[in-house]
């Protein structure tokens, strides 16, 4: 079993409409949580960050962390286009460990 | 970007031949890593480095080492390029303040072909 479990999609969207991300982890030592964004063609960029359990919030996007099931959601409200992308989930057990990473979904939101 | 830069962005190499990528950044940061992507996979870890001559394996380091002789620069060795090593290679760094548990800075990736 993979440390960090996640679903490539695809998943096509309307424009407007809530976008629910998720991934799933093994290692209950595991205690901070991260989401990228990653353009086509481009390199990841962080969009949030989650130190142990509890929701972040940013704009229209959301964060939520429930380590008790082992379970992490990005949220996006009011979907735009420019939010097509590719989300990878990634997290580490503490601050000197390497990220490990999700295999990503890619998301489109149409217009 | 941060201050990253990876070079060469593209190159083509024939199996069989040493290549090496450059990492370049200009912020003064400790930790550097080098990642692989591809699809089916997600990125994986190569190797990272904690400091000047400091490095350790990732997930999926042989065929490949790593050198770093100073803070700004982490060079990726392929020794004898095989075709398997066909990726987009990523250099990050770790960020400072509320981002310095995480890689939070990546460069734009060296799309790798290896024929």
């Known amino acids: 079993q993979k440390e960090v479990e996640q679903d490539p999609g695809p998943l096509s969207v309307p424009e407007g409409a809530i976008v629910s991300l998720n991934c799933t982890y093994s290692n209950s030592a595991f205690q901070y949580f991260m989401w990228y964004r990653q353009y086509s063609r481009k390199g990841p960029e962080l969009l949030m960050y989650t130190y142990s359990s509890g929701n972040k919030e940013d704009g229209r996007f959301t964060a939520q962390v429930d380590k008790s099931s082992k379970y992490i959601s990005l949220f996006i409200r009011d979907s735009q286009p420019s939010d097509s992308a590719t989300y990878l989930c990634a997290m580490k057990d503490s601050g000197n460990t390497p990220l490990v990473f999700g295999k990503g979904t890619r998301l489109s939101v149409i217009a | 970007d941060a201050g990253i830069t990876q070079s060469p962005r593209h190159k083509v190499t024939e199996t069989g031949t040493p290549v090496t990528l450059r990492c370049h950044q200009t912020?003064?940061?400790?930790?550097m890593y080098w990642y692989r992507q591809d699809p089916g996979h997600g990125l994986r870890l190569i190797h990272y480095?904690?400091?000047?001559?400091?490095?350790d394996k990732g997930e999926v380091s042989d065929g490949y080492s790593v050198s770093r002789s100073k803070t700004e620069d982490f060079l990726l060795t392929l020794e004898s390029a095989t075709s398997s090593q066909t990726s987009v290679y990523f250099c990050?760094?770790?960020?400072?303040?509320?981002?310095?548990?995480?890689?939070?800075?990546f460069g734009q990736g060296t799309r790798l072909t290896v024929v």
């Open positions: 912020e003064n940061h400790r930790y």
């Open positions: 990050a760094i770790r960020g400072t303040g509320t981002d310095m548990n995480t890689e939070a800075f």
């Open positions: 480095s904690y400091g000047v001559k400091d490095t």
